[in-house]
């Protein structure tokens, strides 16, 4: 059996992770808005800009140079090397509000041991915000003020719930929209935030549920640490402590069990 890391051996890769998210922001910022971004579409359907590119290999540079030995999985190259410690990179999560001029899209960075996420670095640059965690260190997020320490709400009750559930179109292409609509119909407010962003907003207290369909690892894996360390949880939409289950459902924690009874029951 693997022994678990160390703080001091998680701190280390945090402040990797947070160099990372620097060099990921000096690509990713200056082609934002720009007029001669350049725009491709992959095999998926989904499009991919030159941005994305240049940021990734900018963050598989320096991995290559500081930690030849962990493996790395990133949307736009792919994966390589040892998945006991794999760092997942998404270089611009939220390509379509990229491309548009939106302002809500970020880099997500991950380092993931034995598969489950231990560092996550959510930066938006756009926003001018940065958040991140370590197992065992807390949440924390910083604009141009000092690093403050964020949590997930106290929320208690479905009917005070405000909740993001991203895309009407994710629950209905997965066979959920009954679902969402029973949802809906329960909680508080309804709002689709989309992307890393609503993760965010859960982790600071903002709102107290995400959940959507369709995503990969590199989708989620940053956030998921940032929520448990908010004192959230993250799971697959069925409740499995798992990030490759292509769904999440994550909470302020304190909703869980309530979310799921009220999604399947």
Known sequence: MTASPSAEELARDLELALRLADAADAQSL????????????????????DADLATERAIREILASERPDD?????????????????????????????????????MIALAIDGVPQVGVVSMPALGRR???????????????????????????????SVSFQSITQWAESGHLEQLLKLADRVWRDRAYGDIY??????????????????KEYDVAAAVPIVREAGGRFTGFDGTETISDRSTLASNGVLHSALLELLHG
């Open 71 to 107: 493996g790395i999985s990133g949307e736009e190259f792919g994966a390589q090397g040892s998945t006991h410690r794999q760092w997942i990179i998404d270089p611009i999560d939220g390509t379509a509000n990229f491309l548009r001029g939106v302002p809500l899209w970020g880099t």
């Open 198 to 215: 609503a993760y965010m907003l859960l982790a600071e207290g903002r709102i107290d549920m995400v959940a959507e369909f369709g995503v």
């Open 131 to 161: 958040w991140w965690a370590a197992a065992g260190a807390g949440a924390w997020t910083a604009t141009d003020a000092e690093p403050r320490r964020i949590r997930a709400s106290a929320v208690s009750s479905l009917d005070d719930a």
């Open 30 to 49: 200056p082609r934002f808005d720009s007029p001669d971004l350049e725009v491709s579409t992959k095999a998926d359907h989904s499009h991919v800009t």
